[in-house]
């Protein structure tokens, strides 16, 4: 799933071309091409439609040379798409309540709120396109995900140096049970994050899981 | 999703004809259609066809009629099918070590186990067709995952009853942090159950909740 699976030299040859046509003085800025590359991929997602390099072309208006510099791989690039409106989240203050920050980070967490920009339909789309596909889930795993947990598994990390969680607690498997109790009320239960049973449910898990993590 | 998205009344005149053909001495047993109806229900989804009522029928040779009388829903019809190999497991003996127990119950959970009927690539799929149709996941989780869930969940009552477990544990709860971390692994890593390192950390996970359940 990569812009290889065409031969490269068709590629570059008609994108070289694409890329003469927008060195004018009205060429787009970069971010502008990543923004509009994006919504093309975005907009074939949105209808179901398969991300062929053509149809990114097509919808986004930017040169095959132009996309093929940005993303030599269709598989980053769709990951990219998907994690459009997330950000990796701020570090984790760790002079206060642990407890009450790890609450606040899982339950406040924009990717399972109602009014974030990252909608439910996009993480199902998502979580979708990802079983079809394991490339595009591990490359989704470690460029969006496996980033975003960082400060909150530092924040674990501080707690165990503070002595409030136990020495030898396995941080990657705690936040695994964290996040899967999270995850597995949006995909197993099919139930929305909007909902405050869910949240009630979630809150509990929570609660279980911080008890198993303390000194 | 249903059958009735046909008019009804075509669908039960063309059933009849072909009900009444099947009437004979050689007339195959429920079972046997029933295997026919959903291994042509499998056949599609493995060649990432639509399930339709007309395909359904192509696929399995059963009548129409025959098709409605067992499956009024085609939404149950396909929850069906991606539980096929799968069953409620047997009540968790209470009388041994609670903890060995329910370790040996998740880690040898043939959902996640390599050598089963229930390969990784169906939980895939159904993963996938679930996250696109939510009719689909509500009829899965509650006609399949939920009544699978029963035996550990009281297990985990009594756990609570003989002492072992804290008195006012959310059981609910408990076992969605404790499947979370499993379907974490498959869905948002993209990791399989066959890897060492995957049952090491679920393992690891499920160290931490039974820790956080104790009284």
């Known amino acids: 799933m990569t812009l290889h699976d065409t031969p490269p030299t068709t590629l570059l040859a008609a994108g070289d071309a ?5 060195r004018g003085p ?3 800025r970069d971010e502008e091409l990543d923004g509009q590359i994006l919504q093309a991929v975005l907009a074939l997602i949105d209808t179901e439609q398969e991300v062929t390099v053509a149809r990114v072309i097509a ?6 040379a132009a996309l093929y510099r940005r993303w030599p791989s269709m598989t980053t690039l769709i990951a990219a798409a998907l994690d459009v409106g997330r950000s990796v989240p701020a570090e984790v203050p760790t002079d206060g309540d642990l407890r009450d920050v790890i609450f606040a980070g899982i339950l406040g967490d924009p990717s ?13 789309q998502r979580i979708r396109l990802v079983m079809a596909d394991r490339q595009l889930q591990k490359a989704y795993w ?27 607690l396995d941080t990657e498997a705690s936040f695994d049970a964290i996040a899967g109790a999270c995850y597995y009320q949006l995909v197993v239960r099919g139930d929305s994050f909007d909902d405050p049973a869910t949240r009630a449910r979630v809150s509990a898990a929570l609660d279980i899981v911080w008890r198993g993590m303390l000194v």
């Open 112 to 124: 399972f709120g109602a009014d974030s920009r990252y909608s439910e339909t996009r993480f199902r």
């Open 142 to 168: 470690h460029s969006h995900v496996a980033r975003r947990r960082e400060p909150m598994e530092r924040a674990l990390q501080r707690g165990r140096e503070r002595g409030i969680l136990r020495p030898d």
């Open 26 to 28: 009205g060429r787009p």
């Open 18 to 22: 694409g890329a003469a046509v927008r």
């Open 59 to 64: 919808g986004s208006g930017v040169s095959r």
